[in-house]
């Protein structure tokens, strides 16, 4: 029960990685090709994902947003917009 279990947390973790791979975009993909990636990430599992998580995903695990600051969610986060009311 134990390998089954493990079997399958194997495979969504390989799910995950490949299916963030692919939605990446092209030009935010560090390293490889994103090609390469799903390719890595497939044959060498666990190892390819977390090589995935650590050196190709866009600002590695810390920085899942890109490092790019967020702007205002919508008009009333906006200061602009709240001065002119």
């Known amino acids: 029960m134990i390998r ?6 194997l495979l969504a973790f390989t799910v995950y990685c490949v299916v963030d791979v692919v ?8 390293h490889l090709p994103k090609l ?6 497939m044959l060498f599992t666990p190892f390819g994902g977390l090589a995935w998580l650590f ?3 866009p600002g590695g695990l ?9 702007g ?10 709240l001065r002119g009311i």
């Open 55 to 57: 050196a190709g995903r």
């Open 72 to 81: 205002p969610r919508g008009p009333d986060d906006d200061p602009d917009f």
């Open 62 to 70: 810390r920085q899942r947003g890109g490092g790019q600051p967020r």
């Open 36 to 41: 390469a990636w799903v390719t890595v990430t």
């Open 4 to 9: 089954f279990l493990v079997a399958i947390a």
């Open 23 to 30: 939605r990446t975009d092209k030009e935010r993909v560090r």
